[in-house]
């Protein structure tokens, strides 16, 4: 439900943040190259005819974050956070066109559609009708769209480097959340095993040492650990990559298998370290082959208390949209906040349209009443500020 808004309200909420959304499917960014200048530059247009300061602050070539500022009567601000770059596609798996808005069965697909442009055209048009409405809010509201979340996060870096969140009193981030208010990120590792055995030629495979099915052997047990709850708060092991060989003809020599491990508590860390090593150490005595671990990233766990005045004021917001408000959680992916919050020590929640498990996807998707919602949510929010 709606809260007390008509259906024509809700249609005519619908008509711009679909046309938003439109554009910026249409705007190819995948990360690499990323390309967010050109998008930057069409969601500033948005906001010429306000006169509201804007700034674009580059990354590189082609590459651009926008900060839309909404002056307020306090000079310190709320963050609305959203970032701008997409995955690659998998064209060859789409069934639309990934830069193309297809609007179908009361769904909008494109790449990028949850993860998030979805919630980058919620964030700008609930500030159109902020700015429409005449609303002065208590605290200045800074719009951040930022450059290369799916890469290293340089957007929201530089964004910190520049002292944007300086004066920040609370940080929303619209990923997508099924509707929930997130007050909290897992803690995100991701590892890297090395695998090496001993190369022979193919047609005598017992000669050699087989990296690549060691590392399918290692991933096979990684599995096992995927659904282990024994700890605090669940941990999730994902495999992600999986390389090995040079041609059909060789028993391959090396092979790299890369881990995407998410888990909640700091005591945990040591638990799964060991519980991975043991599987490396079992496979190398298995298959005769050395194995090295190397980590790739490792961002720290995150929380807010779920009692702070904005997480309360945007829980409020949110319940009077979606009946009732989902249980303060953490988040099982990272965002922008990752490499914010620990430089700012500022509070947070992440909420925004779609699900996270259209991201990544082929035919990547939000559905339009999902929109609606987190839009309507987001301007009620900005209003009680």
Known sequence: ?????????????????????????????????????????????????????????????????????????????????????????????????????????????????????????????AALELLESGIRTNHTVILAFTADEEGNMGGARSLVHAGLFAQTKFLVVTEPTDGQVYVGEKRQLWLR???????????????????????????LRLEKLTCVKDWNEEVTFNVGRLVSGERVNAVPEYAELDLDVRFAEPSTGSTVLQKVYEMVR??????????????????????????????????????????????????PFATDAKVIVPQTKIPFAVFGPGSIAQAHSPDEHVFLTSLVRTKIALASFLRGL
């Open 1 to 125: 439900m709606e809260g007390h808004r008509t259906s024509g309200d809700v249609e005519k909420t619908a008509t711009r943040l679909t046309a938003i959304l439109s554009s910026l499917l249409a705007i190819p960014t995948p990360n690499p190259p990323g390309n967010e200048a050109a998008a930057a530059e069409f969601l500033e247009k948005l906001f010429v005819p306000f006169g509201v300061p804007t700034r674009r602050i580059p990354l590189g070539p082609g590459r651009e974050s926008l900060v839309v500022v909404l002056p307020g009567r306090r000079p310190d601000f709320v963050v609305l956070c959203g970032h701008l770059d997409t995955v690659p596609p998998a064209k060859d798996r789409w069934t639309y066109p990934p830069f193309e808005a297809t609007i179908k069965d009361e769904r909008v697909y494109g790449l990028g559609a949850a993860d998030m442009k979805g919630g980058v055209a919620s964030i700008a048009d």
């Open 193 to 219: 095993v090395t695998l090496k055995g001993l190369a022979t030629h193919g047609s005598t495979p017992s000669a050699g040492r087989n990296a690549a099915l060691a590392a399918a052997d290692l991933a």
């Open 282 to 331: 079992a496979v190398e005595a298995a298959r005769q082959v050395t194995a090295t671990v190397t980590t790739l990233r490792h961002l720290p766990p995150l929380r807010t208390n779920p009692e702070n005045v904005y997480v309360r004021t945007l829980t409020a917001a949110v319940n009077a949209v979606l009946t009732p408000c989902p249980q303060a959680n953490l988040a």
